[in-house]
C-alpha cells in the first residue's frame, strides 16, 4: 500500500514537471511570435533609379552657315577647325592692314544643364604643322571677338552692329572679359565672330624688319571654358 502512494507521488510529480516544460514552450512561441518590415528606395517614379548626378556640356558649330546638322564635340585642343577668310582673300595671305573672319556657335547639348562659357586667349594648335620660328608672326596679330545671342554676319560689319565686344587685343594675350549664358537642353545657342588682324605698321620684334615676317603661317587655337 505504502508503494503504490509513493509512485502515485511521483507520477503526479512528473505530470507537473512536464506540465510546466509545456507551459514554457509556450510562452517561448508567444514571444517570437508575428514580425513584419518595409523597405523604400529612391526612384524616379516608373521604376527605375531617382537619385543620381546632372549633366553638363556644351557642343560647337563651326559651319559658315551654321547646319543644323554640323553640331560637333571638340573638348580637345585643336578642336574644330574655323577657316579665317575676308572678301578675297585667305586667312594665309595677309599683308599688313589687313584682317579675317572666321565664325563658331556654342550651345548645351540636349540632356545638359544650363552653364556659363568663357574665352580664353589663344594658345597654339595642338599637332597642326606652322612655320613660325620664334613666335614673331604668332606675336604680332592682334585678335577681336564679338559675340550675340543672335545670329549675325561674320565680317568687317559685325563689329559696327548689335553685338557685344568679348576680347580686344594682341592674339597672344586676349581673353574674352565676359562670360555668356547657354540655357539647359539647347535652349540657346551664343555665336561668335573671330576677327584676326596683321596691324600696319606690324610691331616687330627686337632686331627684325617687315620682312622677317613673310610666308609664315600660325594655327592659333581657342578654348571655352564652360562652368555649369
Known amino acids: 500500500m505504502e508503494n503504490q502512494k509513493r509512485r502515485l507521488v511521483r507520477r503526479r510529480i512528473f505530470a507537473v514537471a512536464a506540465g510546466g516544460a509545456a507551459l514554457g514552450v509556450g510562452v517561448a512561441a508567444t514571444l ?3 514580425t513584419d518590415t518595409e523597405w523604400v528606395f529612391g526612384g524616379d517614379g516608373a521604376g527605375g533609379a531617382g537619385v543620381g548626378t546632372s549633366t553638363f556640356a556644351i557642343e ?8 543644323p546638322t554640323a553640331w560637333t564635340d571638340e573638348p580637345d585642343n585643336p578642336g574644330g577647325q574655323m577657316v579665317f577668310t575676308a572678301a578675297g582673300l585667305l586667312g594665309t595671305e595677309l599683308t599688313p592692314g589687313d584682317s579675317v573672319y572666321a565664325a563658331v556657335a556654342l550651345r548645351t547639348k540636349n540632356a545638359s544643364i544650363a552653364g ?7 594658345d597654339p594648335a595642338a599637332g597642326i604643322a606652322t612655320d ?32 557685344t565686344v568679348i576680347a580686344d587685343g594682341s592674339l597672344a594675350n586676349t581673353g574674352a572679359t565676359l562670360t555668356q549664358s547657354l540655357a539647359a537642353a539647347s535652349g ?7 576677327e584676326v588682324t596683321l596691324p600696319d605698321p606690324i610691331p616687330l620684334a627686337g632686331g627684325t624688319t617687315p620682312e622677317d615676317y613673310m610666308g609664315r603661317t600660325i594655327a592659333p587655337a581657342w578654348e571655352f571654358v564652360a562652368t555649369s
Do not use: E, K, M
Open 132 to 163: 613660325d620660328p620664334g613666335d614673331l608672326l604668332f606675336d604680332a596679330l592682334d585678335v577681336r571677338v564679338a559675340t550675340s545671342a543672335t545670329a549675325f554676319t561674320c565680317d568687317a560689319t559685325a563689329f559696327t552692329g548689335p553685338v
Open 188 to 194: 540657346s545657342t551664343q555665336y561668335y565672330c573671330f
Open 60 to 67: 560647337q558649330n563651326t559651319d559658315p552657315g551654321f547646319d
Open 116 to 122: 556659363d562659357v568663357q574665352l580664353q586667349a589663344a
Open 32 to 34: 517570437a511570435a508575428w
